[in-house]
């Protein structure tokens, strides 16, 4: 509702002494679109039962409430993402770390003996060691077993 007509305000007022608590005037702020909730909240607070705290402290109330809650962001009503917890740039690269720790252990990297391409096969799901050799071989790639050392050529070179 537009709250800049003074019926939207008078209607405030009205409703301000039917907020019981802390809990429920958050949640009535955190429910209001973010540009009008200092509008609300100047509004209703000289006629609340119960001494108002600072609109900073209901903000960060509802913050810590739907992060416990897990509940997912919103924009005007309509789901944008589920919620993610927050995160420090220490555990961002920690799990960066992982990840890429995981990759290289699930990656095949070939390099042609002849002109140094190199290619990587990632394995699928659930895809063994053998599955994914099987299956640089079947792109072209092959074992030079003849060849002192012994090297793979890319599909270019095997011909």
């Given at each position: 509702?537009?709250?800049?007509?003074?019926?939207?305000?008078?209607?405030?007022?009205?409703?301000?002494?039917?907020?019981?608590?802390?809990?429920?005037?958050?949640?009535?702020?955190?429910s209001a679109p973010p540009e009008l909730r200092r509008i609300i909240y100047e509004t209703c607070r000289p006629y609340l039962s119960f001494e108002a705290k600072p609109l900073d402290w209901y903000i960060m109330k509802s913050c810590q409430r739907a992060e416990q809650e897990q509940l997912p962001l919103t924009d005007g009503g309509s789901v944008v993402r589920d919620f993610q917890p927050a995160q420090d740039a220490s555990t961002i690269r920690r799990a960066n770390e992982v990840l890429a720790q995981t990759i290289a252990k699930r990656t095949l990297t070939l390099t042609c003996g002849n002109c140094l391409l190199e290619h990587q096969f990632y394995a699928l799901d659930g895809e063994t060691p053998n599955a994914t050799i099987r299956r640089a071989r079947e792109c072209g790639w092959v074992y030079d077993y003849k060849a002192d050392p012994v090297r793979e050529l890319c599909p270019e070179c095997a011909k």
């Open positions: 509702m537009p709250l800049s007509d003074e019926k939207s305000i008078r209607t405030l007022e009205i409703l301000a002494p039917t907020i019981k608590d802390h809990r429920q005037f958050e949640s009535k702020l955190a």
